[in-house]
């Protein structure tokens, strides 16, 4: 199933222009145009999925074994040593192209691209009941 109002969907099919770096039968790797660093790359499904919600179990095992071909890639040639695999999964949790994808981000020390995020300690206290709910 492909989108044609979907930028990913358009890459996967060639109608738009991409930077492939890694492509099998089921996903398919390239540049992102808005990088934050330098090799930069999104790795998507060539299956149109909205997020990981919406995604079969088999699928996203197809997605990781392209991630860890992208950072071996790049490993090898380009001696990457630091990586950051990201993925937001719905609009709350700032999702901006409703095609499943996952970021793979080059990193070294001190290139300023740290997550800041804020901790919340005081739900410590409520992890059984947490637990209880998921069982």
Same mark, same amino acid.
């Given at each position: 199933m492909v989108s044609d109002d979907c930028v %990913?969907?358009?890459? &996967? =099919?060639?109608?738009? @222009?991409?930077?492939?770096?890694?492509?099998?039968?089921? *996903?398919?790797?390239? %540049?992102?145009?808005?990088? &934050?660093?330098?090799?930069?790359?999104? &790795?998507?499904?060539?299956r149109h999925f909205t997020n990981i919600f919406?995604?079969?179990? *088999?699928?996203? *095992?197809?997605?990781? @074994?392209?991630?860890?071909?992208?950072?071996?890639?790049?490993?090898?040639?380009?001696?990457? @040593?630091?990586?950051?695999?990201?993925?937001? =999964? #719905?609009?709350?949790?700032?999702?901006?192209? %409703?095609?499943?994808?996952?970021?793979?981000?080059?990193?070294?020390?001190?290139?300023?691209?740290?997550?800041?995020?804020?901790?919340?300690?005081?739900?410590? #206290?409520? %992890?059984?009941?947490?637990? #209880?709910?998921? *069982?």
């Open positions: %990913f969907c358009r890459i &996967v =099919s060639g109608q738009e @222009r991409s930077w492939k770096v890694y492509e099998d039968g089921r *996903t398919l790797a390239f %540049f992102d145009v808005n990088p &934050v660093s330098e090799y930069h790359n999104l &790795v998507v499904p060539k919406d995604v079969p179990a *088999t699928q996203w *095992t197809a997605l990781s @074994r392209a991630v860890k071909a992208v950072v071996d890639r790049l490993a090898e040639k380009v001696e990457l @040593r630091h990586v950051q695999i990201l993925n937001s =999964s #719905g609009a709350a949790a700032q999702q901006d192209v %409703f095609h499943l994808h996952l970021h793979v981000v080059p990193r070294r020390l001190d290139d300023g691209l740290d997550i800041d995020r804020a901790t919340h300690p005081e739900w410590r #206290g409520h %992890f059984d009941a947490l637990v #209880g709910r998921l *069982t």
